[in-house]
């Protein structure tokens, strides 16, 4: 075996054990948040890592959920997230009670500074909270922005990106998103 094979060997091996140490990390978080919570489902592939998350009654997270950033989550009671939805909080995101998130939804209450005199990586994030009301859905795909307060009561239709706030019992579709009808 040569050095270039062993320290291959090596980073492979560091790798792992990063991957388990990540793994465990988050498991360990789900547990904590378990303990609170005795009632939060979820199917597996879950991922959290943000500073502080609450969980109300019966929250159900599907698999493959992500749950990222130093800011906080509030996820009341009887809320459902869909497969592979990821929530990305610098400062606040928060769930009302009863609300739907369908699968692949993106929702982050940040974005990047763009300034030309400067690269966007290099540049300070930006967040403003998001707020998503009680008895919302979310179709499929759809993408809320940072400083987005979703009213009671909406529907934002598969693949909308909402970029404006919205009135209560609106249905949005559309990027962005733009109301289309109330509930009847």
């Known amino acids: 075996m040569t050095l270039?094979?062993?320290?291959?060997?090596?980073?492979?091996?560091?790798?792992?054990l990063e991957r388990i140490r990540y793994s465990l990390h988050c498991r360990r978080n789900l547990w904590s948040a378990a303990i609170r919570e005795p009632s939060l489902r979820h199917k597996g592939g879950l991922q959290l890592s943000v500073a502080s998350i609450s969980f109300g009654k019966k929250v159900s997270l599907n698999r493959g959920v992500v749950i990222f950033g130093p800011g906080k989550v509030l996820i009341e009671s009887n809320v459902a997230i869909g497969d592979y939805t990821i929530i990305g909080a610098a400062e606040s995101v928060s769930i009302g009670e009863g609300s739907l998130i369908a699968a692949q939804c993106y929702i982050i209450d940040s974005d990047h500074g763009i300034m030309k005199s400067s690269k966007v990586r290099d540049q300070n994030l930006f967040s403003d909270p998001v707020i998503i009301g009680r008895d919302v859905w979310l179709g499929c795909g759809v993408r809320v922005?940072?400083?987005?307060?979703?009213a009671d009561g909406c529907i934002i239709g598969a693949g909308a990106v909402v970029t404006r706030s919205t009135v209560p019992y609106g249905i949005y579709a559309g990027v962005p998103a733009k109301k289309i009808g109330e509930r009847p």
Do not use: E, N, S, T
Request: hydrophobic fraction near 55%; aromatic fraction near 6%; charged fraction near 20%.
């Open 145 to 150: 922005l940072k400083g987005v307060h979703i």
């Open 4 to 16: 270039k094979d062993l320290g291959r060997a090596l980073f492979q091996q560091v790798a792992l």
